[in-house]
């Protein structure tokens, strides 16, 4: 039999080495290249979004336990000292109740006065919390049965401590002039040693009188009235401090509107620094400084930051005939979003708002 024949293309194939070659891998890898530049986007676009609907459920929970807040008291958590608005959330809605007088800020005991539970006083240096109605002539807290009316007011902070960075919502105790006084980180130290003390007047410490002087989330809030239950369940949510934090662990901020009602077309009717507008940025005013460090108020453009997302686009405190209010809400609660800073920036600012990713109760 004659034998086979190989035709010259079937010889050349059974030579072709296998795997791919080199220019047939760059082709490969050029194709992967291609497909990653163009689902890159997409992605991160989908994980930035959903990361703000879960910041957005957040904001959802807090509106509820602050509209609970208002039937028990009638009125939102009001703040009083600037840049203190993310702490007296925290504190209003997890301790919880109205802020309390500093710890120190107490008298001595009088065993002609009346006590009621939640009471406090001094004695001998020593601070003390009524557990139980103690009526006139009333049990010292040093008496062999004082341990049935009083128990020990704790300051429930850690003393200040000099070169330590403290990031914002932590709250520290400083005494001062023989009064233990409780204060607020209000903006992240970045590193830098922090202010000598926190009674230098400062952007990074407020005072907060938080405290009652009973264990943490034993706050009452009157003379005598039972024990609240915090308003939001503590293992849902994470705490610095006194302070809530988002998912990526940025303040909460909280903005309650002015409880009267306020021309938002006059001149800083809308957001301004006083009791005259509807909102008042001061209550957070320092988380929007993109300056290291922030100046005492934050920088120059902070409140810019914030007027621009809440409708005021020429950010001059007023909702001007050409402009719209994004919200008449009775408060503002405010993430940083996926990205960690506060605000949007203001030279161009329609466009600037629009890819701002903070999350707020608003937008």
């Known amino acids: 039999m004659a034998p086979a024949m190989t035709s010259r293309t079937s010889a050349t194939a059974n030579r072709r080495p296998a795997g791919f070659t080199l220019l047939e891998l760059l082709v490969s890898i050029g194709i992967i290249l291609l497909l990653i530049g163009i689902l890159l986007p997409a992605v991160v676009k989908a994980v930035r979004a959903g990361k703000r609907a879960s910041i957005a459920g957040q904001l959802q929970s807090i509106s509820v336990a602050l509209e609970q807040y208002k039937q028990d008291y009638n009125a939102y958590p009001q703040v009083t000292v600037a840049n203190t608005g993310a702490a007296v959330l925290g504190k209003a809605l997890m301790s919880p109740g109205p802020i309390a007088e500093p710890i120190g800020a107490i008298a001595a005991f009088n065993n002609g006065n009346t006590y009621l539970a939640g009471d406090l006083v001094s004695e001998t240096a020593t601070k003390y919390v009524s557990i139980l109605a103690n009526p006139a002539p009333s049990v010292a807290p040093s008496d062999a049965t004082g341990s049935t009316y009083w128990k020990l007011a704790i300051a429930t902070a850690p003393v200040y401590s000099g070169g330590v960075e403290y990031t914002p919502g932590q709250v520290v105790l400083f005494t001062s002039g023989g009064i233990d006084l409780i204060y607020v980180c209000s903006y992240r130290t970045l590193g830098n040693a922090p202010p000598t003390s926190p009674t230098t007047a400062n952007a990074y410490w407020s005072e907060f009188n938080w405290s009652d002087g009973g264990d943490e989330q034993n706050y009452r809030v009157k003379r005598g009235s039972p024990i609240k239950r915090p308003y939001l369940q503590s293992g849902t949510f994470k705490m610095v401090g006194t302070t809530i934090v988002d998912r990526n662990d940025n303040p909460i901020l909280y903005f ?108």
């Open 256 to 363: 309650p509107a002015s409880s009267a009602p306020r021309n938002i077309s006059a001149a800083s009717g809308y957001l301004s620094m006083g009791s005259t507008s509807a909102y008042n940025w001061t209550n957070n005013g320092v988380q929007f400084s993109w300056t290291t460090p922030p100046s005492a108020s934050g920088d120059p453009e902070a409140p810019k930051r914030i007027a621009a997302l809440m409708g005021d686009t020429n950010m001059n405190g007023s909702i001007d005939a050409n402009e719209s209010a994004a919200t008449s809400a009775p408060f503002v609660l405010w993430s940083a979003g996926p990205d960690g800073r506060y605000g949007c920036g203001i030279d161009n600012v329609s466009s600037e708002v629009a890819r701002c990713d903070d999350v707020t109760n608003f937008r």
